[in-house]
């Protein structure tokens, strides 16, 4: 059983920055696809960021482009992080660390592309 614990989430003004931690449990697992998905109240579950398996490619989902930045450490950590830069308050959200251990070399951005989920850590952003 994989396990992902999500770290790093809190109450940031608007303009500030943020990094989250996703650490995986199984070290192998580190080196599958992994992304960021958020949600906030009411909403449905929206694609942040993801990091393919093979070469580090990453993707952004259109509102976090140029603000946020998705990165591995595969030598030590079996960790993902998140770096999120000029918060605004819509990026207020329950932010989850989701795995694939799907074969093949597609890096999903929906949430049924991934089969491991961490149990979120809020981020809260005033104005």
């Known amino acids: 059983q994989v396990q992902l614990v999500e770290s790093g989430g809190g109450l940031v003004q608007a303009g500030g920055s943020l990094r989250l931690s996703c650490a995986a449990s199984?070290?192998?697992?580190?080196?599958?696809?992994m992304a960021w998905f958020r949600q906030a109240p009411g909403k449905e579950r929206e694609f942040v960021a993801a990091?393919?398996?093979?070469?580090?490619?990453?993707?952004y989902g259109e509102s976090v482009k140029g603000r946020f930045t998705i990165s591995r450490d595969n030598a030590a950590k079996n960790t993902v992080y998140l770096q999120m830069n000029s918060l605004k308050p819509e990026d207020a959200a329950v932010y989850y660390c989701?795995?694939?251990?799907?074969?093949?070399?597609?890096?999903?951005?929906?949430?049924?592309?991934?089969?491991?989920w961490g149990q979120g850590t809020q981020v809260t952003v005033s104005s």
């Open positions: 989701a795995a694939t251990a799907s074969p093949g070399s597609v890096t999903p951005t929906t949430p049924w592309g991934y089969q491991y």
């Open positions: 990091i393919s398996r093979f070469d580090g490619s990453t993707y």
């Open positions: 199984r070290r192998t697992f580190i080196t599958y696809p």
